[in-house]
T-cell receptor, first 112, second 112 residues
């Protein structure tokens, strides 16, 4: 069965600190996609990144970077020099058959 | 390009009452999803439509929940009768034939 685990329930950091959000997944499929979504207080899920199972290259987009390691079934997300606007709930998700399975989410609080 | 629209944004009802939510997906998106997000949890898929046909409704509590997507465009989700445990945010998402889903702002339902 497909499963996503985000072990960190809540993280608090001070502005400008780096922070890493962990994501571990389980699947028997050989082809799948992994996602990160951001959910600000407004409630809408905002797409951040999609990664397919054949592409283990790390990706950087501005202050965001993602580390995908199939050997440990992990897809971690790092925010460099965090800002107050990064405060939100972040979800990792696994796609199979055009369906998404979400982790429980990590609440990130960035204090000024 | 307009995003996924949902209404109402908030709804408060008494238990045993009925309620309906509406979703209009992004134009041209064939696949539409309804998710339930209980406070402190990740979204959970309730039902998936491909055009106006149901692809997956295995997690929809069919004794009280129903959904339709007439004409393959907008969709309604109904709960009748509502229970206290139905209090949640109901998210609608849509996608092309691709793994990436775009989410609406959600409807926050409170059942008293």
């Amino acid at each position: 069965a497909q499963k996503v685990t985000q072990a960190q329930t809540e993280i608090s950091v001070v502005e400008k600190e780096d922070v890493t959000l962990d994501c571990v997944y389980e699947t028997r499929d050989t082809t799948y996609y992994l996602f990160w979504y951001k959910q600000p207080p407004s409630g809408e899920l905002v797409f951040l990144i999609r990664r397919n199972s054949f592409d283990e290259q790390n990706e950087i987009s501005g202050r965001y970077s993602w580390n995908f390691q199939k050997s440990t079934s992990s897809f971690n997300f790092t925010i460099t020099a965090s800002q107050v606007v990064d405060s939100a709930v972040y979800f990792c998700a696994l796609e199979y058959g055009n369906k998404l399975v979400f982790g429980a989410g990590t609440i990130l609080r960035v204090k000024s | 390009e307009a995003g996924v629209a949902q209404s109402p944004r908030y709804k408060i009802i008494e238990k045993r009452q009925s309620v309906a939510f509406w979703c209009n997906p992004i134009s041209g998106h064939a696949t539409l999803y309804w998710y339930q997000q209980i406070l402190g949890q990740g979204p959970k898929l309730l039902i998936q439509f491909q055009n106006n046909g149901v692809v997956d409704d295995s997690q929809l509590p069919k004794d009280r929940f129903s959904a339709e997507r007439l004409k393959g465009v907008d969709s309604t989700l109904k709960i009748q009768p509502a229970k206290l445990e139905d209090s949640a945010v109901y998210l609608c998402a849509s996608s092309l034939p691709s793994p990436e889903q775009f989410f609406g702002p959600g409807t926050r339902l409170t059942v008293l």
